[in-house]
């Protein structure tokens, strides 16, 4: 029993708040709060746990202690906020490897353009993607092939681009975005039954279908940029006054393979978990 002559203290936390399926009673609704401090289970009675359960939501969040021997939370309030700080809200627990989480989070949060950097929110802050981007290996038996590899070897690329000052400032953030979505589909193409319908090698197909939604408001914000980021991730070219492709895709690319040949033929015992019948 938590001592009466103590009041409960509140904590105010940037977060992103996950509804658990399947985790609600009369007492409320179970949920995860995903915030710089860590990973935390609470209950919650909010309307928005009730009416948007599918989705993630991102704002300041407070926290109610329970119980000062147990920890019990409740999450009492959800003030949302579409272009949150990636630095404030996501916990470096979440990577097997030190350091990945605060640089993905320190290249997102200096991107000046606006629609690309709530682009990567939505991306990043979805339930699938805080609960595998930054642990899933980025292949089975080649490079990055351990857990925490795939988001090591997205960043890897995003800091690279992230140095080409050459580059206008537009391109340096659509590089830096497509890096760190390059490899998005890897999320699900670990699960055989979500990756059957799509061709043994096409990841890339697969993640730009994961995120239609998350282009189609980046279009809305934005419709050039948007049709540029829809092409750098595999889908059709988008208008243009001249023939040339986008150089951007062909400089991450490069990036992408310096990044692979880093670590390619380093095998290490937990690749072994991954499809090993398999390869990429």
Not at 243 to 248: D, S
Request: net charge negative.
């Amino acid at each position: 029993m938590r001592d009466l002559s103590t009041p409960p203290s509140t904590r105010h936390l940037s977060a992103t708040v996950e509804i658990l399926p399947g985790g609600s009673d009369a007492s409320g609704h179970r949920c995860r709060i995903y915030a710089r401090d860590g990973v935390m289970d609470a209950w919650t009675w909010l309307e928005v746990a009730r009416r948007r359960p599918e989705k993630n939501h991102t704002g300041v969040a407070s926290v109610l202690s329970i119980s000062a021997s147990q920890p019990d939370m409740l999450l009492v309030g959800l003030s949302i906020n579409f272009d949150p700080q990636m630095s404030t809200m996501l916990p470096e627990s979440l990577c097997p490897l030190s350091g990945v989480v605060a640089e993905a989070a320190a290249l997102i949060d200096e991107l000046t353009i606006t629609p690309l950097r709530r682009f990567l929110n939505r991306a990043l802050l979805r339930r699938e993607a805080l609960r595998r981007y930054w642990t899933c290996p980025a292949s089975r038996t080649d490079h990055h092939a351990y857990p925490g590899g795939l988001a090591e070897h997205s960043v890897e690329i995003a800091t690279a681009i992230s140095t080409c000052r050459a580059l206008p400032q537009l391109e340096r953030e659509l590089g830096i975005t497509y890096a760190l979505l390059h490899d998005y589909g890897k999320i699900w193409w670990m699960d055989s039954e979500l990756r059957a319908p799509y061709e043994r090698r096409n990841h890339e197909v697969l993640g730009r279908d994961m995120l239609k939604a998350d282009l189609e408001w980046l279009g809305h914000e934005d419709l050039s940029i948007g049709l540029v980021m829809d092409e750098l991730l595999g889908g059709p070219a988008a208008p243009r006054t001249t023939g040339y492709p986008l150089a951007v895709r062909k400089i991450v690319q490069a990036f992408d393979q310096l990044s692979c040949e880093k670590t390619r033929g380093l095998l290490t015992a937990t690749r072994a978990i991954y499809f090993p019948d398999e390869p990429f």
